[in-house]
């Protein structure tokens, strides 16, 4: 890299992600770079899939590993150092569960739904990246177009949506270790075109991990809505979602 301006390039499979040292939060000319970079790539080779992660120093493509337990709950317990996602959204909204097939996904869609029945312009992403629900659960498939360095949701029922189910082929598993969870899904909520919604919906992906303290520590959030069944095992979980929300100082609306 003759410019300095790949960091880092990491696969799993047929997926690569490449580190991009243009700034956590590079500007719209250098978004544009760096998915035209990627496109490229995805283009000359056979990948299924070419993401691109923005960061500001070749030590921030490897994520810091606690090195003791109290580390780790002070890391939960504070606020990100890093600068927070502005979404544009006015409000945001989190639907969590503690376990998977509870029913949370259905209320996320719904939830949104009625947002917007209500006369709200309303986002609904879905930020399950190994098991995203949305492109069946709306019928709708087809990858998404995208235009100077911003993707376009799908518009569909009145909603802008976005989730990876959008970006990979039907049936194909999402074989990717966590930094490239993550980035993917800081890129769905920095390089999505979501035009200032009045609410954004995030449908969470099961339980209290690497997603849930990403979007809490660098997502300004308004409440979440935790969704379970009523069996022990289910409200076990429920509880350790709540005392994590409660850590990071976000709501439970219900």
């Not at 996904?105 to 006369?119: C, H, I, M």
Request: glycine letters at 10%; a neutral charge; hydrophobic letters at 40%.
């Amino acid at each position: 890299d003759k410019e300095g301006l790949i960091a880092g390039i990491e696969t799993q499979g047929n997926h690569v992600q490449i580190s991009l040292l243009l700034g956590n939060n590079p500007n719209s000319a250098q978004r544009h770079l760096g998915l035209a970079l990627c496109q490229h790539i995805q283009t000359e080779t056979k990948a299924q899939s070419v993401t691109p992660i923005f960061v500001s120093s070749h030590s921030s493509t490897t994520p810091d590993r606690p090195s003791s337990q109290a580390t780790t709950d002070k890391q939960a317990s504070a606020p990100s150092s890093r600068e927070k996602i502005n979404t544009g959204a006015k409000h945001v909204i989190l639907v969590a569960s503690g376990k998977g097939g509870v029913g949370k996904s259905t209320v996320a869609v719904n939830l949104a739904a009625s947002f917007s029945q209500l006369g709200m312009s309303t986002a609904l992403l879905d930020a399950d990246i190994y098991g995203p629900s949305l492109p069946v659960m709306l019928g709708h498939c087809d990858k998404p177009e995208s235009q100077d360095g911003k993707i376009h949701p799908i518009e569909i029922h009145g909603l802008k949506t976005m989730s990876i189910g959008y970006l990979i082929a039907p049936g194909k598993p999402v074989v990717w270790r966590g930094p490239m969870v993550m980035g993917a899904l800081e890129q769905m909520l920095k390089d999505v075109r979501w035009d200032n919604p009045d609410v954004m919906v995030i449908d969470l992906p099961p339980g209290t991990g690497d997603a849930q303290l990403t979007l809490a520590q660098r997502v300004h959030v308004d409440g979440a809505v935790i969704v379970s069944t009523p069996q022990d095992l289910a409200l076990a979980d429920v509880k350790r979602g709540i005392a994590m929300f409660r850590q990071v100082q976000i709501p439970v609306h219900g």
